[in-house]
Structure formats: C-alpha cells, structure tokens
C-alpha cells in the first residue's frame, strides 16, 4: 500500500520532479505574470518543501491562498506542471511528438490552410508507419478522408481509393494487435492473481482461453507488434504451465525481435526491459547458470545507458529486475549468505522508489529476501520478512501468500518451536485447502511436520529418508510439484537426511550440473 505521505496526487507529482524539471516549470511559468500564475508558483515552493503531505501546515506557509480557494489553486498547479513536463519531455517520446504534429495539422486546418494540414499529415503517415503506429495511423487517415470529403483538392481523382485501401490495411493491423494483447494481458493478469498453474483443472482452463483467443492467423504475422504481443502471449501461457523450456522459446525471441528492430527499443522501452527479465526468468527456471550469467551481464549494461536513464519507470524497472535477477542467481548458486549483502541496497532503493513501486513488487522482494535469510540459517529474520506478507491482506498472488505460509511454519520447525509446529500445521493446511494450492507434496510434509517432533532422534533419520523418497518420485509431475517453483523443498529435505546446511546441498547440485555442462 502506497504511503499516506504521498497520498495526494499533487504532492505525488512534485515529489517525483528532478531538478532540471522544477527549473523548466519555474522558466514555464514566469514567462506570464498573471496574479493567479503568482500563487501557483507559491504553492509549489510550499509543497516541494514538505517532507510529507500536511494541508494544515501547508496552509500556514501559503500567504495568498486560503483554503477555499487551495483546492482551485491546487487542480491549476497539477496542470500547468503536466503542460511544463509535455514541453520538457515531447521530443524522448515517439507518441507525444505524433500527437503534437497531429495537433498542427488540425490547428492549420480551423485556419484554412488544408493543403498545409495535409502535407504535415503525409509526412505523420511516413513517421506512423516507420514506428509501426498503426493506431495512430488511423487517426491520420481519418482526417485525410475528412479534408478529401469537404474540399477538392488536386489529387481528388485517385486519393479515395487510395485512402480506403489505406484505412483497411490500418484497421486490420489495429484489430490483430488488440486481440493479440488482450489475450497477452489476461494471461498476466491470471498469473498475477492464481500464479502457476494449480492443479489438470487450471491448465484445461487456461489451455482452452488461450487456443479460443489465439488468432489463427497470428502464427503467420509480420509486424513488430503483432510479434510482439504473440511471444508475451506465449510466454505467460507457458509460464504459467511451468513449461519452462517454452517459456525460454519465446523469451528469447521477444528479444530477438528487438535486436532485428534496434531502434524500437527506444520506442518501448519498457517491453524491452520486461523481456530481459523473463529470459533471465527463463535461464533461472531452467538452472542454465551460463545464459543467466551472460543475459544479466547485458541487462546490467544496458541499465547503465541513457536510455534506461531517461524516465523514472525505466530507471525503478531496471533496478527491480536486475536485483531480482541478482537474488535469484544467489539461490541457483547456493550462495544465500553472500546474497544478505544485497538486502541493505535493496531497501534503501525500496524506500526511494516507494511513491512508484506496487504492492506485488514489494510482496515479490519481502518473499525473496526472507528466502535469503531462510537459505542463510536466519530463520527469526526470515520469520520478520514473511510476517510482511502474511499480515499484507492483498487479493492477488495467492500462490505467494500460500508459500510464505509454509516457509514461515519450517522456519519455526528449524527453530525447534514445537509448540507452535500443531496449530501452525492446522492453520497452514486449511489455507492451502482454501487457495486450492494443496499438493501430495505438501500433505507429505505436514504429515512428517506433525510427527517429526514425537519421533526419537535416532528413529528420525529413516523417516526423513521416507519422506524424501515420496517428494522425490513426485518431481515429474509439475502439478504436485508446484511448490518447487517457490521453495527448494527437496534440498531443505536433503540438508536433513545428509547433515548439511541446505546451501552446501544445492551449491553441490550446482557444481554437479556445471561440470556436466561442460
């Protein structure tokens, strides 16, 4: 949840400003001297002077404004900034200087001038169609067919079948691209609410949304977005499945296709960004330790470009993705106490970044850091992490709220809290039964959990071993061992039954596949 120091829009916005922004406003402004210009300016000072958002102390520095009239003088400042920050920032984004030479072109047209107003929008045509904005584009051609209709113009003769087969090409490219993200979307948006796949019955589910939506001729497509909008459908199909080797297929080919258009990853950004961070995903869930290494060292490099620099959410996109990546690499390696080291800047960047981040990335990093310190043998800080996340009542990843459940009842069994280990096991099942995350795997382990503690020392080895045996035959099917994905639960058995630190257990499992890699 977003905090109330930053709960009003106004305050949000002003907070976010660099310095050469509030110089552009402050030059914006002054160019008029209007009284009502005057006051703007004295409430921006006031509130970019404020720790955190307070109207009773804000009103005492305001000397103009009362506040009747501070909600007034307040709406006015948010526009006048947003009309500094388009001016500022029109030329970083292909969509607002389209826009702007739309707004000539129609400028040009109230006046009269509509053989201008049309060479501007040929020219917008060109630029539309280089940048593959064929929503854009048909807004030009709309106003070409507009000027066509009301006035004659020289080129009369052959301009209407040009336009029509113009619009039809446009509108046919628009309608497969909206299907292809809508179906791309609601994909996200599953995962984002249920996580992988649940059980046979959640992946018939999702396997007849996505063959009912899929375009039958989306295969064949050519277009930048249409290819785009194809492989992130893909992808969170195939991801959600835990078909890991698929879910690599088109991670790399979302950003193949980047490389072969170099130049839209200025046009977006952000969808670059969010590639590399489900093929590094993709080399993780594979345990392709060689990928990972050399995908995160070209996302790391490409962090340090303008580019990645020039906006706030390319910038906060970057550092969650590649210290997710970071963790992440810590718990393929074993190395979960090297990984602690990370946890003090990540925090401190949380905190920066927290008028901007989502509950989810803030859910997804309190999981991962107490996987850290779970990893590491801290089991009482990891304890502090998943509390978070325990007590954060949000209605979405309820695979996380589920698995933060049950690591939070094996770090109590680790701290010997055997008095807990009963109720803990009772209140952890029921709420898995509830979320429909309830697996063999987990029935096991509740099982041994509720006995382990009325078993003799010497006799709990051999049930360990039994324990690990049944887990261990499940591995091939991805529905029972769902909790795989989000908890090491084979290695955490191995540790037991071998007298390791979990660590050394997956650290050898990783040496072991490296030098069979090689």
């Not at 970044?353 to 107490?370: C, E, G, P, Q």
Request: aromatic letters at 14%; one cysteine or more.
């Amino acid at each position: 949840m977003m905090s109330n120091r930053f709960s009003d829009i106004l305050f949000q916005l002003i907070k976010s400003l660099e310095k050469s922004e509030k110089r552009n406003f402050k030059l914006y402004i002054k160019r008029s001297s209007h009284n009502e210009h005057l006051k703007i300016v004295e409430l921006f000072d006031a509130m970019d002077k404020l720790p955190e958002y307070d109207e009773a102390i804000l009103l005492k520095k305001l000397s103009s404004i009362k506040k009747p009239q501070l909600s007034n003088v307040k709406v006015h400042l948010y526009k006048q900034l947003l009309s500094s920050l388009r001016l500022l920032k029109s030329t970083e984004s292909i969509d607002m200087q389209l826009n702007e030479q739309l707004d000539f072109a129609r400028i040009l047209y109230n006046k009269g001038l509509y053989h201008q107003s049309l060479k501007i929008l040929e020219k917008l045509k060109e630029s539309a169609k280089s940048n593959y904005k064929y929503n854009f584009l048909m807004q030009v051609v709309a106003w070409e067919k507009k000027i066509e209709s009301l006035h004659i113009t020289r080129g009369m003769q052959h301009r209407g079948e040009q336009l029509s087969a113009e619009a039809i090409e446009a509108n046919t490219r628009v309608e497969m691209v909206a299907r292809l993200s809508n179906l791309a979307i609601q994909l996200y948006s599953w995962f984002i609410k249920n996580g992988h796949a649940r059980n046979e019955k959640d992946e018939v589910g999702v396997k007849k949304f996505f063959k009912k939506n899929l375009p039958a001729d989306a295969i064949t497509q050519t277009g930048f977005y249409e290819r785009l909008y194809l492989y992130q459908s893909y992808c969170w199909y195939a991801f959600i499945r835990q078909d890991f080797i698929q879910y690599y297929k088109y991670s790399q080919k979302w950003i193949d296709l980047f490389n072969e258009y170099p130049f839209m990853i200025k046009v977006e950004t952000g969808y670059y960004i969010k590639g590399m961070h489900n093929l590094l995903n993709a080399h993780f869930d594979l345990r392709n330790s060689q990928g990972f290494e050399i995908t995160l060292k070209d996302f790391e490099a490409f962090s340090k470009t303008d580019l990645a620099n020039r906006h706030d959410n390319h910038r906060i996109q970057t550092f969650v993705y590649i210290n997710s990546a970071k963790i992440n690499q810590h718990f393929m390696l074993g190395s979960f106490s090297e990984g602690l080291s990370l946890v003090p800047y990540v925090e401190e960047k949380l905190d920066e970044y927290s008028l901007y981040l989502d509950n989810h990335r803030i859910l997804v990093f309190n999981y991962k850091i107490a996987s850290l310190y779970f990893g590491s043998g801290d089991y009482n800080t990891c304890i502090d992490y998943l509390q978070k996340i325990i007590h954060d009542h949000v209605d979405f990843r309820g695979d996380l709220q589920c698995y933060s459940r049950l690591m939070h009842l094996l770090a109590h069994y680790e701290l010997g809290n055997s008095e807990l280990i009963d109720s803990l096991t009772k209140s952890v099942y029921r709420f898995m039964a509830k979320m429909e995350n309830l697996t063999v795997v987990e029935e096991e382990m509740f099982k041994f959990l509720r006995n382990s503690f009325n078993v003799h020392r010497s006799k709990l080895k051999p049930e360990l071993e039994k324990f690990l045996f049944k887990i261990k035959a499940l591995e091939k099917n991805r529905f029972q061992t769902r909790s795989f994905a989000y908890l090491d639960i084979v290695s955490w058995v191995e540790s037991k039954v071998y007298q390791k630190p979990m660590a050394t257990v997956i650290k050898e499992k990783f040496l072991a596949r490296k030098k069979r890699n090689y």
